[in-house]
């Protein structure tokens, strides 16, 4: 009979097949459970990823209310109305949903806003700030005033002129605008005690631009142009000289009388 060879020491025998099957099985049932685990944490994510969305730009959640819609202005001639009909429109839109900018647009295409700003006030406000545009003329109309700022934009028919408001006498015709654009735009460039002292503005045409001063004294100011320095010699003039009649359209030359 042939002698049998023990195996070596370091020689595993070969498992036998049933528990070969087994561990390739025990194998398979892991890769499954953790496929399936991770399919779950997917899909709870995914669902609470679709609830998240769905709370903040389709629920009530952090829908506008009504009561949280504040609107301000600085002190002026705005139309408040206006403002908030535009803000009041957005109300129950989810505030994630509401396009801030386009609200600014809108408020700022309104004829008396400058410039507005508009903030998200959570979870659901809504803050909007608007700076008014200032009038620095008011021009003749039928039965009252239009007023005008110093962009030359018409901020709208007024009965009344509003205080510290000069009055502009401008010829009406096909010059008008471009003798407004110049009436305005010295206006503007004026610094505020020089413009609190105009009572009227006259201009037969944009390089002939007339005040009346408080004081009853007539400045012929010219056209648009030195603007600061006409204002720093005038300025300077009504100190230290009393006159009915000052003339700076040559700034460097005045005449008094």
Known sequence: MPAMIPPAEDEVPFAPVSELSDRIAERDRAARRVFWRRVAILAVGAAALVALVWAAFFSPLFALAPERVVVSAAPGNVDIAAVENAANARVGTPLPRLRTGSLRA???????????????????????????????????????????????????????????????????????????????????????????????????????????????????????????????????????????????SSPRNPITS
């Open 106 to 248: 809108e408020l700022e295409a309104v004829p008396t806003v400058l410039s507005a700003e508009v903030r998200r006030e959570w979870p659901d406000g809504l803050s909007v700030e608007v700076v008014p545009r200032t009038p620095i003329a008011a021009v003749p109309a039928d039965s009252g005033f239009e007023l005008f700022d110093t962009y030359g934009v018409d901020l709208g028919f007024v009965p009344d002129v509003p205080e510290g408001v000069p009055v502009a006498q401008i010829p009406l015709g096909e010059d008008t605008a471009f003798i407004l654009d110049g009436v305005t735009a010295v206006m503007g460039s004026l610094p505020p005690e020089l413009l609190g002292q105009i009572s009227t503005v006259s201009a037969s045409s944009q390089d002939a631009i007339e005040f009346m001063l408080d004081s009853g004294a007539t400045v012929r100011w010219g056209d648009n142009s030195g603007n600061e320095l006409k204002a720093a010699v005038l300025d300077t003039l009504l100190a230290e000289v009393k006159a009915s009649f000052y003339d700076v």
